[in-house]
């Protein structure tokens, strides 16, 4: 993976993260300008498969500055680079066990703009108590053996 834009913190929170993907977005002159910039969010975004082609819904890039009649609508639906058996796959797997498609991250790989695709199952209230109770107790781990070198 490249350069990292941006990534779907929720997503990691939301679901467990059952396998990952990398794919293609098709993209305009302008909006590649404004992800350069950092201008983009992918917090409720979301994929789905539609006539055997992957789109990416409500993932927000910024009008580019400069971009003036060039500039598209920010949340417009983007089509998604996949070769077709991966996407034949990947539609069988949410279809048959209801599983999610969600964007992970964005990132650079060249001067490519690549989507990390996460295949993932929603969390119950009482998995995200578990997670977040394991998270702090990693945490008190690592402070005290970190205080405990200081002072050891």
């Known amino acids: 993976m490249g350069a990292v834009i941006t990534q779907n ?4 929170h939301e679901y467990f ?8 977005i098709a993209l ?10 950092g201008s983009v969010n992918l917090k409720e975004s979301w994929c789905d ?18 971009g003036n009649i060039f500039n598209k609508d ?5 089509k ?3 070769h077709k058996k991966e996407i034949n ?8 066990d209801g599983l999610t498609l969600v964007p992970l991250s964005l990132y650079f790989k060249k001067q490519y703009v690549k989507v990390e695709l996460g295949l993932c199952r929603g969390k119950k209230l009482y998995d995200k108590r578990e997670t ?21």
């Open 9 to 12: 913190r929720a997503a990691r």
């Open 89 to 96: 796959k990947l539609f069988g797997k949410v279809k048959q």
């Open 80 to 82: 998604l680079l996949l």
């Open 28 to 37: 305009s002159g302008t909006e590649i300008k404004s992800i350069r910039n």
């Open 132 to 152: 977040a109770a394991k998270n702090d107790a990693k945490r008190d781990i690592d402070r005290a053996l970190k205080s405990q070198k200081r002072y050891g």
């Open 49 to 66: 498969i539609q006539n055997g082609e992957m789109f990416i819904y409500g993932m927000h890039i910024s009008p580019y500055e400069k």
């Open 74 to 78: 920010p949340f417009r639906v983007r």
């Open 17 to 24: 993260v059952l396998e990952t993907y990398e794919c293609g």
